[in-house]
DNA sequence: CTGGGTTGGTTCATTATTCAAACCGTTGGT
DNA sequence: ACCAACGGTTTGAATAATGAACCAACCCAG
């Protein structure tokens, strides 16, 4: 294994649920010795990629910050998952739509038709969508936390269709539901006609979005359910390997479960 | 110079200026052999620290996201500032706070206070603050682009005090006046015995907040005014610098020409 | 259409760098 | 006081990295 390799894969041991590491313990990880894990940490340490917490750990350094904003910058999310959106719709012959937690508000981000239909759900960019009447925002309200959740049902809760969900209650038996089986589903919770399922994204430390696919009522047949609902986790799957995030292995037994 | 720190180095050269590189590029900026190079690229990719886009050029990859949200769930911007914080106010015998951006608003970050005297401009955990009534909301207008600040001076732009600046136009001109200083000054604009003065904060491809230090107006004099812009510029690289962030050359030249 | 100059990519004998056993001083627990 | 852990250091031997020379592909001026 070369040497860049072996410094590049120290970085790996850090996670959110081990954030400092120290060098004895990063030697036991890594099955390297000692002297070989102090100069790599060293070399990562004069780059800012780890720097040392007090005498006994180290963390990831400011490095990596610097490098993501630029990565960022570079390739926004939206752009790197346009392609897997696309994928999605040509899997389903549906459309799809990916949308972000940004502050209070959830946004879509992408989404992508398929040609397969003369007609199709019709989707808007930058669309503001609300949590509790859509399959992307319950999908969220499941998976991203007991405060988030407290605090978007403690707000207004309208009705965009006679089936739209609006009762705090209800909608918390809902997530529960969604929380074990690992994925949501919508029937005419916000547009009237429209049968959405959608499952959760998240980036290294939290739920931060979800993607989803979208069918006409009339359209949604339970061969075709069990096929989105498959194609959902591939390409949740997909999405966060491209944005570096990842997904908790209990929803992904859930997943597996769900096929 | 070791291996590690070569291919290290690598990274390096990518830039929100430049965030595509070849390799004949890296080969010249570098100053190492291609071939080493090509090597050192190739360790970078298989972990996810750089990729190939399309046959000529090489990017920044999903592996800095991911260490990136690790670094900013261990180490949240706020903590690490604090130190820096305390400083600027021991440093000025005044108050301090960092303030930055969260979506359309400027919401207070941190604070410190100094114990240099009996009085002191009191802070608030979290406060959402308007941008055209702050020293720190100016500076971000100044130098947080046209579209930003064109969007927030097209909202309504209430008076807090009698000196609270509401006329666009009359805005526009402090802006440019704060650009060409490199700083920006409120006086009573949106607590009325308050004298703030604030510098812009950046991270690797925009400005992103201010820091800002607060005085009494009767306390302001001369001497401790020039006292508070040098240790604004200090705190302010310290910042940045910690933030993996960047402070942009020409404002660099306005502050040195400032002291 | 052709030749020249650029690109990304490859090879392998030589060389520089890395490796890791053995060691050190410090700290904390018993 | 002793022991076991920690972070950190040294240096002769071994290994991985190096880079000159090369390749195929592409682009453009003539």
Redesign the interface.
């Given at each position: 294994m070369?040497?860049?390799?072996k410094?590049?894969?120290l970085?790996?041991f850090?996670?959110?649920s081990q954030?400092?590491i120290g060098l004895s313990e990063l030697t036991r990880a890594s099955g390297l010795n000692k002297a070989t894990v102090y100069r790599?940490l060293s070399?990562?340490q004069?780059?800012?990629?780890v720097e040392q917490t007090g005498a006994r750990a180290y963390?990831?350094?400011?490095?990596?910050?610097?490098?993501?904003?630029?990565?960022?910058?570079?390739?926004p999310m939206r752009q790197i998952v346009q392609a897997t959106l696309d994928r999605l719709s040509d899997t389903t012959g549906e459309t799809s739509h990916l949308a972000q937690i940004?502050?209070d508000r959830l946004v879509t981000l992408a989404y992508a038709y398929s040609p397969a239909h003369g007609t199709a759900v019709r989707m808007e960019d930058a669309a503001v969508t609300p949590f509790h009447a859509t399959a992307t925002g319950l999908a969220v309200l499941a998976f991203a936390g007991p405060a988030f959740c407290d605090r978007r049902l403690a707000q207004p809760l309208p009705a965009f269709t006679p089936d739209t969900p609006t009762d705090p209650a209800d909608i918390r038996a809902r997530l529960g539901r969604i929380r074990a089986s690992g994925y949501s589903e919508s029937v005419g919770g916000f547009e009237a006609d429209v049968h959405s399922l959608a499952v959760p994204l998240f980036?290294?430390?939290a739920c931060i979005g979800a993607v989803a696919v979208a069918t006409p009522k009339s359209r949604m047949t339970p061969a075709l359910r069990a096929r989105i609902i498959a194609a959902l986790f591939d390409a949740a799957h997909d999405i966060v390997?491209?944005?570096?995030?990842?997904l908790p292995d209990e929803l992904q037994r859930l997943w597996v479960d769900a096929v």
């Open positions: 070369g040497t860049v390799s410094a590049l894969s970085l790996d850090f996670s959110r954030p400092e790599l070399d990562l004069i780059h800012g990629f963390r990831l350094g400011p490095a990596v910050l610097r490098l993501a904003a630029i990565r960022e910058a570079t390739v940004q502050g980036d290294a430390t390997a491209l944005w570096g995030g990842f």
